[in-house]
Every structure is written in C-alpha cells, then in structure tokens.
C-alpha cells in the first residue's frame, strides 16, 4: 500500500511542463504550416496597431505649451552653476566687450591639484594615474574640450548624487512607495537607452548644455538610489540600536549615524554615478553639450578616425582618472579628527591644492606658458594615425573584408532572416510561458503586456532585429567571457590580468568602443556586433571568476578528499555551485548589448536604436518615446527571465536560504 501510494504521489508532483512545451512545439508547426491561412498570426497586421506614436507627440506638444515656463526658469536656475564652472575651468569670466576679468584656471594648477587629490586618496600609485591621465590631456592637444567635459559632470554630479541620496531615503522609509513607484521607475530608467533621454529632454528645454545637464543628471541619478537602499540597509543592527539607546530622533538617527556609517557603499553609488554621467555627457553633446563627446562625434561624421581616436583617448583618461580617484575615496577609512587643529593641519592636501591653484592662475596673467599649453610641447596624433588606419587598410582590406563578409553571410544575416519570419504570436506565447515556468503568472502577465505594446505600436520588424544583434552579440560575449572568468579564479596572476583588463573596458564611454571598430570594418552590423561585445563582455567575465572563486573551500576539499582532478572539481563541483552567479552576469551581459545598440545606430544599424536616433535629429517625441520604450521593454523582459532562471537555480541546487559560498 505504501509502495503505491508513494508511486501516486510522485505522479501528482511530475511537472506538467514537458507536455505543455510539447504542445507549445506541436502547435508552432501546426502554425507554420497553415501560415498562408494564419496570416494575422505570422505578420502582426498594420490594422492592428494603435497610433500611439502620433498621440503622444501631440500630448507632448501640449505639455510643453503649457509648462514651457517651467522649465524654461528650471533651465535658467541650472544655467547659472554650469557657466560658472565653464568660465572658471575653460573660458575664463569674459566681459561684454569679451575682455578677460579673470582667467580660467591654469592648467599646470589643475594637473598638479588632481594628483594632490589622487595622492590624498589613494596613494603615489593613484597619483601618477591622475596626473598621467591629464597630462596627456595636455600634451595632444585636447585640454579645451576635456574642460568643457569635466564642467559639465563637476555640476552634474553633486546634482545627481543629491536626488539619489534623497530618493534612496524615501524608498529605504516607504517600502511600499519603493515597491510600487520608485523600484519600476529605476527598472525601466535603467533600460531605457541613453539616446531615449535626449527627446523629450529636448522637447521640454530646446538644445544646448543645459539640457544636457538635465539628460545626464536624469541618467546618472538611478545607481545612487539603488546604493543608498543597500547602504542604509546594510547598517548593523547593533549601531542602530545604540543610536536608539543614545535618544536619536529619527533625522538624528538617519543622518547622524546611518549614513556615516554606510560612508563605503554611499561612495560605490558616487563611483557609478560619476561614471554614467561623463559616459552620458558624452552622449548629450548631440543637443549641443559640446566638449570632447562633440569632437569624436564630429570626427566620425566626418571619417577623420585619428582626430577621433584622439579626442577618444582624452575621454578614457577622464574617466580613468575619476574612476581610480572615487575608487581610492570608497576604500578609504574615515580618518579621526584631533580637536584643536589649525585647518591647515587637518586638511593639508586641500590647502596645498587650493594654493597651488591659485599661484599658477595668477602667474598665468603674466606667463603665457602657464595660460594655455605652449605649441611646441603639444603631440599632433591624429594625422599618424590616419596614416597607420590608411596603410591597414590597404594591406589587409582582402583579409579584413572577408571575415566581415563570412560573419553576415554565415551568422548574422540567417539568424536575422529566422527572427523577422517568426510568428509574433509564437514568440509571444513562447516567453509568456517560459516567464510562467520560471517566475509564475504574475513574470508571464508581465512579459506578455510587453510584448503587445511592442506590437500595437508597430515596431515589432525592428524590435526583432534588435533582438537579433543583442542575442549574436551576448552570446559570443558570454562564450567569450565565461572562459577568460574561469581562467581568472584559477590563479593569482591570471585575476590580475583581467582585473585590469575589466576596469579598463568598464570605465570606457560607449562612443570609445566605435572607434577602433570603424577603423576597421567600416559601417554596418559587424561593426555594431563588435562594438557591442567590446562593451558587454565584462560582467561575464567578472561575475565567473567572482563565482567560482567564492565556492565554498569545504567543498572543493571534499571533493578533492574524493580523488577528483582539478578538472571534475571545475566542471562537476564548481561551475554548478557557481551557476547563479554566471546566468547574474548573462542577464548583464544582455543588458549591456541593448543599451550599447542604440550607440550603434551612428554605424548604420536599423533597429530601435536607429528609430530613438532618427527621432532625435527630428526632434520627434512621440517616435522617439515609443521606440526608448519599446528598447526599455525588451530589456526588462529579458532581465526578468534572466533573474528568475537563476532564482531557479539556485533553488534547485539548494541555495536559497543558505550561503552558497562560504
């Protein structure tokens, strides 16, 4: 009796899912076959859409005549910072009769306080970064824009970090609002792409550099709310309590030992944030926020690769260097006080900048040298490397041309042709259920009211071929990364190389990574395809080796105890511990390709991301909005599977309630 019921009972717990996939499979062929006679089910019908498009550019039209005032006076309040820090960093305080009151700072000054600041923070090593970095600036002839650049995210980011800071406190208090309104606002911010943000922001402030303040400020503000919950709920319970015992008012508590106390996770936020917003910077010089973002683009509207490549290069050292700075000041300890002492003494570092500064400027009044970089010391570069890109080309355009020929011929365009021809219903089903498997009918309602907005706002055709270009690309970019992520965890000096290699690729804009790629393969899917494994490789790499490095050492002793080679113990013990964390990196890796795509509309993709860039040089809000949206849906889709693949897993191999790792 026993026996039968436990055979019963294994029956009723058999998951109904082979058989409804099967089904799923039967009925996809059943559809292909009587395609002729399904036709509105294979081709989603253009009298099915909904003119969504020119509805919401009506409204937004209304919406700026009624509230152009608004922000007309908002752009005038942020006007007054970003010229501040653009006379004082590169243009000087200029008269009406354009005679300089006061010069910008001297560039021998500003050099000499980043690598005080550098060494204040983070040592000799950080302070040689830095004044590398800018030195280089320098010397090839790129320090007027790399000032303009660094005016912009010098305003922006305070900005930023204090509406990050803000919303992250509200939605740390009001777990509701957070789960309700703030937490899907960041979702669908964070996948909307970049490009997405300068539409409406042009629309409601016109062009120029404050609205591309707005745009990044906008862009950039995301991470620092994110980190703000993490850091206040990472706060020991124990320093709360004491904070309860002390009598602290709640503000007290919040501001007088909670965020003091979540001082190193605050600052990863301010890392980010500092990051997003050079990289949006960059981006906002299509509206006109000038700089070194204007001159790359400049540069390749114009095919000049070297002057390109050079102004390029001028935005990697920015971002280098702010990145090791922030690094350096997220890792630093808070330093302890001594009551009593003269300013100089507790701040050295700061008083020795300032005075620095302020030497060099005045001698700059007096010394040309000190003014501006002198002529003779200044490298030009970008006609040597047209040369070196000319002579490339020329000797290895047969080589070049037939890799490029093979990948659209053998890999791209197939793939490309399979998705467009898909039935959109299948497709709909296929992840409604697939989202239904993994995280229940509420992932499936999600995934599927996505999809039909993609479709009732007719951008089904390119989302298809968005889709096409972000999976070749993640999928080379994990079969890439994957092993060079296990080949990290396996040594010392293998982690090391590739710690370099990530910070590198992670603290380059996205517009760097079209660079080399034009170089060489021109313009076109291959380019886009590159350029975006380029940019999306590094979380696989990353999250692999954090993963199997973090496998418990218990574990891999035991099976080690158990006479396995170093090859069971990789395959069999820790790449299934470590899967979690692997498929975590994936979803990034994904997630990295669809936000580099709309990049890759300036090479001649024609997906979404063309439709957003088309949308912007016509100042069109409603197409650009619908197709940012439309990119911003797919990611979450796609983000969603990801993360509920590996909640899956890691209840399947048991990791849901205990550590993993150790």
């Known amino acids: ?63 700026v005549a009624h509230i152009q005032f608004i922000t007309r006076g908002l752009a005038a309040i942020l006007d007054v910072p970003l010229r501040a820090a653009i006379a004082v960093l590169a243009k000087g305080v200029l008269a009406p009769n354009d005679a300089v009151l006061f010069p910008r700072l001297s560039w021998v000054g500003i050099i000499g306080a980043v690598t005080l600041i550098g060494y204040a923070y983070g040592g000799a090593r ?111 319970e124990e320093v709360l309590d004491f904070g309860n015992m002390a009598g602290c008012s709640p503000r007290q508590k919040l501001w007088r030992i909670m965020i003091p106390s979540s001082r190193a996770l605050l600052m990863v936020g301010v890392n980010q944030v500092i990051m997003m917003t050079l990289n949006m910077v960059i981006i906002a010089s299509m509206i006109g926020a000038g700089g070194l973002g204007y001159d790359v683009l400049l540069a390749l509207r114009q095919g000049d690769i070297g002057k390109g490549a050079v102004a390029g290069m001028a935005i990697v050292a920015i971002a280098v260097s702010l990145d090791r700075i922030s690094q350096a000041a997220a890792a630093q300890q808070a330093r302890p006080q001594i009551v009593g002492l003269p300013f100089g003494r507790r701040h050295p570092y700061l008083v020795a900048g300032i005075a620095w500064i302020c030497l060099t400027t005045l001698l700059s009044v007096y010394v040309p040298a000190f003014a501006d970089v002198p002529k003779s010391l200044v490298v030009t570069l970008g006609d040597s490397l047209n040369e070196i890109i000319k002579w490339i080309n020329i000797n290895f355009f047969d080589a070049i041309e037939a890799v490029r020929t093979w990948l659209l011929l053998n890999l791209m365009n197939p793939v490309k042709q399979a998705l467009v021809a898909a039935p959109w219903f299948a497709i709909l089903v296929g992840l409604s259920l697939a989202g239904w498997q993994l995280g229940g009918r509420k992932l499936a309602l999600l995934i599927a009211s996505l999809i039909a907005f993609v479709l009732i706002v007719g951008q089904w055709e390119k989302a298809t071929i968005s889709v096409y270009l972000c999976a070749i690309s993640a999928v080379i ?56 494994i ?71 993709t024609r997906d979404l991301g063309q439709e957003v860039y088309i949308a912007l040089t016509k100042a069109d809000s409603g197409r650009g909005i619908v197709a940012g949206l439309c990119v911003a849906f797919l990611g979450i889709i796609l983000d969603r599977l990801a993360a509920a693949a590996a909640q899956k897993t890691r209840q399947r191999l048991g990791l849901v309630n205990i550590s993993a790792h150790g």
């Open 477 to 532: 970019a994990a079969l890439i990364g994957i092993p060079i992520g296990a080949w990290s965890s396996r040594s010392d000096w293998a982690n090391r190389v590739t710690t370099a290699l990530v910070d590198t690729l992670q603290t380059l804009p996205t517009f760097v990574y079209l660079i080399p790629v034009v170089m060489l393969f021109r313009v076109g899917d291959v380019t886009a395809m590159i350029a975006i």
């Open 126 to 236: 950080t302070a040689l970064t830095a004044f590398g970095c800018f030195l280089y600036i320098a010397l090839f002839g790129q320090w007027n824009g790399a000032m303009l650049t660094l005016a912009s995210v010098i305003v922006c980011v305070p900005i930023a970090v204090a509406l990050g800071l803000g919303f992250g406190i509200l939605a740390f208090r009001h777990k509701r609002l957070a789960m309700w309104i703030i937490q899907p606002s960041l979702d669908l911010m964070q996948t909307m792409p970049s490009f997405a943000y300068l539409v409406p922001v042009l629309l409601l402030f016109g062009s120029g550099p404050v609205p591309a303040l707005v745009a990044t400020v906008i862009f950039a503000s995301p991470p620092m709310v994110r980190a703000t919950v993490l850091a206040l709920g990472a706060v020991p």
């Open 534 to 604: 380029l940019f999306a490789v590094t979380p696989a790499i990353r999250y692999t080796a954090h993963g199997l490095r973090n496998v418990s050492p218990q574990v891999i002793e035991a099976a080690r105890a158990m006479g396995s080679t170093p090859r069971q113990i990789l395959w069999r013990v820790q790449v299934p511990l470590a899967l979690p964390e692997i498929m975590l990196g994936i979803n990034q890796v994904i997630l990295l390709a669809l936000s580099m795509l709309v990049i890759t509309a300036l090479v001649g």
């Open 1 to 63: 009796m026993s026996v039968e019921m436990a055979a019963i009972g294994t029956h009723e717990r058999r998951s109904p899912w082979p058989l409804i996939w099967l089904g799923f499979l039967v009925g996809v062929v059943i559809l292909w076959l009587l395609r002729d006679s399904l036709a509105p089910l294979v081709k989603y019908p253009d009298k099915w859409e909904l003119g969504l498009t020119k509805w919401i550019g009506i409204g937004s039209k209304w919406l």
